[in-house]
């Protein structure tokens, strides 16, 4: 069974940092293309950023593309996500997911929430 679980999100003012995290279980992480996704209140599903099952290739939605960076490290299982220069429109439920994240057949964890506020 897929687990995915995301960590390291909370309330942070507009220019500061978060790293969030994700540890997967239950599947062959290390081989997998990894994404990930948020959702703003009242707004749709949103692709943020990919990286490839290596980690040597990532793409970056327009939004956050320069202050966003995706890794991953295969020996721990788990997938990061720096966020910095926080703004408050990137205030949002945030999701790792495999795949892009936006297909039926990818799995997302429960999320973790960001909240960006002065």
């Known amino acids: 069974e897929v687990h995915l679980v995301e960590s390291g999100g909370g309330l942070v003012q507009p220019g500061g940092s978060l790293r969030l995290s994700c540890a997967a279980a239950?599947?062959?992480?290390?081989?997998?293309?990894m994404s990930w996704v948020r959702q703003a209140p009242g707004k749709g599903l949103e692709w943020v950023s990919s990286?490839?099952?290596?980690?040597?290739?990532?793409s970056y939605a327009g939004s956050v593309k320069g202050r966003f960076t995706i890794s991953r490290d295969n020996a721990k299982n788990t997938l990061y996500l720096q966020l910095n220069s926080l703004q408050t429109e990137d205030t949002a439920m945030y999701y790792c997911a495999t795949g892009t994240g936006t297909n039926s057949g990818n799995y997302r964890g429960q999320g973790t929430q960001v909240t960006v506020s002065s």
């Open positions: 990286i490839n099952s290596g980690g040597d290739s990532t």
């Open positions: 239950g599947f062959a992480f290390s081989s997998s293309f």
